[in-house]
């Protein structure tokens, strides 16, 4: 080997497919955090479960810096795993105490390899740096959410006081108890799904690839992971609220999609909702609930402060 090859300034990282014998190494490493963790622990444990990962969407990074001498191609591949990528319609990425440099490596050996997302969704100090790698390649952005609160509760919700039903208006609401929804109910569901994701991302997701968002949303029913709520507003029997628990593994479940119909909002309807969501998902699904909300929505935050979510860590996410 020539002195050149010998100087030449080598990556930090390795960045290679996930292997079924690498998924429980892989798993320690999403338990170091397991509430900012928790979609590529989900699909860990699915891998462990079945004996199946999905091909291309789980990554694996290794440290490639030698301790004495020059590692080999081999030594390489079997290097502890230091951080796990989830690349699905959004990036997740796991990268417990990496520095700046690091993350600039995990980036630079993702262009080229793993497939543009729709989003990129994590710790803020990460995604961040790593969009500023990346955005050359990627770019634009849609939208940048630089600072989101990540909040969980694992003990008991607290119970807040009983909504205020406000004005007249509201006499007849006959709030039935919030339960986790059939496919029966998926017609009700929907609309108050839709109407959801415009508010937060800002489109109509049935205008864009409307069988997928209607099948994601049938799986979290099958799954007994879609809570709704029904009350009768002006005579009409709908769905007053609604949340899914989106994201389970690591003994986390991540809340989305939390819904208020419009009528009701600022009047604790929503509290009293999350509240009982949380004592479902507790009973049936994990020991702890998580979310994370825009720091600029401070209703929202309000509102699970007083159920009794507190602030964990700050999410950053960057829509492609």
């Not at 390795?14 to 928790?38: F, G, I, K, N």
């Not at 007849?172 to 017609?187: G, H, K």
Request: proline share 7%; charged share 25%; with cysteine.
């Amino acid at each position: 080997m020539t002195d050149s090859l010998l100087r030449r300034p080598r990556s930090k990282v390795a960045l290679s497919p996930l292997r079924p014998d690498d998924v429980d190494e892989a798993l320690d490493l999403c338990a170091q955090d397991p509430v900012a963790y928790v979609m590529p622990a989900m699909h860990l444990e699915f891998a462990a479960a079945t004996g199946r990962l999905i091909t291309g969407q789980l990554w694996a990074v290794r440290d490639r810096a030698p301790r004495t001498g020059l590692l080999s191609r081999t030594s390489r591949r079997d290097a502890p795993i230091t951080g796990v990528i989830w690349t699905g319609a959004n990036l997740v990425p796991a990268l417990p105490g990496f520095d700046d440099d690091a993350i600039d490596a995990v980036a630079d050996a993702m262009l080229g390899r793993v497939p543009r997302p729709s989003a990129l969704v994590g710790e803020a100090d990460v995604v961040l740096r790593m969009w500023e790698r990346v955005e050359r390649k990627w770019g634009p952005t849609r939208d940048r959410r630089p600072e989101q609160w990540l909040m969980a509760l694992s003990g008991a919700p607290t119970r807040p006081a009983p909504p205020d039903p406000g004005d007249r208006t509201l006499d007849s609401l006959r709030l039935e108890p919030v339960r986790a929804a059939s496919l029966d109910d998926f017609d009700a569901v929907l609309p108050a799904a839709v109407h959801m994701f415009i508010g937060e991302v800002g489109y109509d997701p049935l205008e864009h690839g409307r069988a997928g968002y209607e099948e994601r949303l049938r799986r979290l029913i099958r799954l007994g992971r879609s809570y709704i709520q029904y009350g009768s507003i002006q005579g009409v029997r709908q769905v007053v609220f609604k949340a899914e628990a989106g994201i389970v593994g690591g003994g986390v479940a991540e809340l989305q999609g939390v819904w208020v119909h419009p009528t009701l909002r600022g009047r604790g309807y929503g509290r009293a909702g999350v509240a009982d969501v949380v004592d479902l998902v507790r009973d049936g699904l994990a020991p702890t609930v998580s979310l994370y909300v825009n720091d600029y929505n401070d209703r929202a935050i309000r509102a699970y402060e007083a159920v009794g979510f507190e602030r964990v860590g700050t999410f950053a996410t960057v829509m492609v």
